[in-house]
């Protein structure tokens, strides 16, 4: 089955400084990369998400670039803001099917 | 987007005991999934849950332990049957919303600790 693997576990950045988080997958046919921010005490909440036909999406201050030869996808934070502090989580699924691999997590902290 | 709520939202449990857990949607949804969340960890995919048909259950995931029912196309629950303190977690629903695939959207997490 699919692994995915998600680093840092941790990351502290400074308010305004820019936030990157990798992920790597092991099955060459996921082909849907979502990412989810879960704030404490809340449940996850998709923030943007990749198929592998696009190499690259933005959404204001967040982007995801994807890597299928590498097998791996990235999530970039830009301008950080203290409220972008929560665990976010990678995770992969083959289309057509609904099982999502997780990563592991990482967990943000914006300084002000 | 869906509104996605879930009861109860947190809960204190004996071992030995069961809880039910809804989840309820705004809209109707085909497909509803049924997640644990350990302290501290990542998310696990305990069940499918389909409206009209029996659940599918991921591999470490048993019927007889987590029961799923299904009635109708914005409701679903799951039960932690006969817990024990290894049950405490965070139980989460998701929904595929807009019919696509893939695209799926979390309640707010019922917490469970078991004593």
């Known amino acids: 089955g699919e692994n995915v693997e998600q680093h840092p576990s941790t990351l502290s950045v400074q308010e305004g400084d820019s936030a990157v988080i990798k992920c790597t997958y092991s099955?060459?046919?996921?082909?849907?990369f979502p990412w989810y921010k879960q704030e404490l005490g809340k449940g996850p909440q998709l923030i943007i998400d990749i198929r592998s036909n696009v190499g690259e999406k933005k959404d204001q201050r967040i982007a995801v670039t994807l890597n299928k030869t590498a097998k791996h996808f990235s999530l970039h934070i830009t301008e950080t803001q203290p409220e972008d502090s929560a665990v976010y989580f990678c995770a992969a699924s083959l289309y057509n099917f609904n099982k999502f691999y997780f990563g592991s997590g990482t967990k943000l902290n914006v300084k002000p | 987007s869906a509104v996605i709520s879930q009861k109860p939202s947190r809960d204190i449990c004996q071992r030995g005991t069961s809880l039910t857990i809804q989840c309820q949607v705004d809209s109707q949804v085909t497909m509803m999934f049924w997640y644990r969340q350990q302290p501290g960890q990542s998310l696990t995919l305990i069940a499918t849950a389909n409206q009209g048909s029996e659940a599918t259950y991921e591999s470490g995931f048993v019927i007889d332990k987590f029961p799923i029912s299904r009635p109708n196309l914005t409701f679903s629950t799951l039960t932690v049957s006969n817990m024990s303190p290894e049950d405490s977690s965070i139980y989460l629903c998701s929904v595929d919303i807009r019919g696509k695939y893939n695209e799926q959207f979390f309640g707010p997490g019922t917490r469970l600790t078991v004593l």
């Open positions: 099955d060459s046919a996921s082909n849907y």
